[in-house]
């Protein structure tokens, strides 16, 4: 049973520049969460997918947009980057079918590195 | 805002050691607390859980947790630690509102540093 994975694993852009983080949930799983975890803090939600649809969003500007494929996929785009969006990029899924409390299963990360 | 708060951010035990790690939150409502585990360069891992019923709840690798809704805290405790337990701990909070997903509230996180 696959967990959640991401890719790249690593990356390293310069400000002004855009990237794409990617993330495949769990088996069985339809909703994609993703987070920022600055270095010595705890993860803060960005947004959340379901449906192809953002669901919920956290205290972040627009440069900061996702997307959700019909096989549940999720991509977290980032535009004109900043110095602070150094950061390890979280990509949580659970399931909205499953029905009661959900828990979120994370990925290893992407680490993105702003230059 | 709601918020969480892990009061110790590094503690360093000796092998065979208790632990306690603290989390507090704040919110008047219906929560789900939640502990994750980030070992050194691994993903967050669940640790435990708690969604309703017995506020003592346990969970893997002989850690349990208690939740007093009074005192708006969910520690985490450990009777005997290990080195393999050197790691960092976070505390997580959702509201349980009309949807059932819904967003993780961190704690800045504690770092737990086991002597052998």
């Known amino acids: 049973d696959a967990g959640v994975t991401q890719s790249p694993t690593h990356l390293i852009k310069t400000r002004g520049q855009q990237v794409t983080l990617r993330c495949s949930p769990k088996s069985g799983h339809d909703t994609v969460s993703w987070y920022q975890q600055a270095l010595g803090q705890g993860p803060q939600f960005i947004f959340q997918y379901y449906e192809e649809e953002e669901r919920q969003r956290g205290n972040f500007p627009d440069r900061f947009s996702g997307h959700q494929f019909p096989n549940y996929s999720s991509e977290l785009n980032v535009n004109a980057l900043l110095l602070g969006d150094s950061a390890l990029y979280l990509c949580?899924?659970?399931?909205?079918?499953?029905?009661?409390?959900?828990?979120?299963?994370f990925g290893p990360g992407t680490r993105l590195t702003v230059l | 805002a709601q918020s969480v708060s892990q009061h110790n951010h590094h503690v360093i035990l000796s092998e065979a050691a208790s632990l306690e790690l603290g989390c507090n939150y704040s919110y008047g409502g219906t929560v789900n607390l939640f502990w994750y585990v980030q070992y050194p360069g691994q993903h967050l891992q669940l640790l435990l859980k708690y969604f309703s019923g017995d506020p003592l709840v346990k969970g893997i690798k002989g850690f349990e947790a208690e939740f007093i809704k009074s005192k708006f805290s969910f520690n985490l405790r450990k009777p005997s630690v290990q080195w393999s337990d050197t790691a960092e701990y976070f505390c997580?909070?959702?509201?349980?509102?009309?949807?059932?997903?819904?967003?993780?509230?961190f704690g800045q996180g504690t770092t737990l540093q086991v002597k052998p």
């Open positions: 997580a909070v959702k509201n349980h509102g009309s949807s059932n997903t819904g967003k993780l509230i």
């Open positions: 949580a899924s659970t399931s909205q079918l499953a029905g009661g409390p959900d828990t979120q299963y």
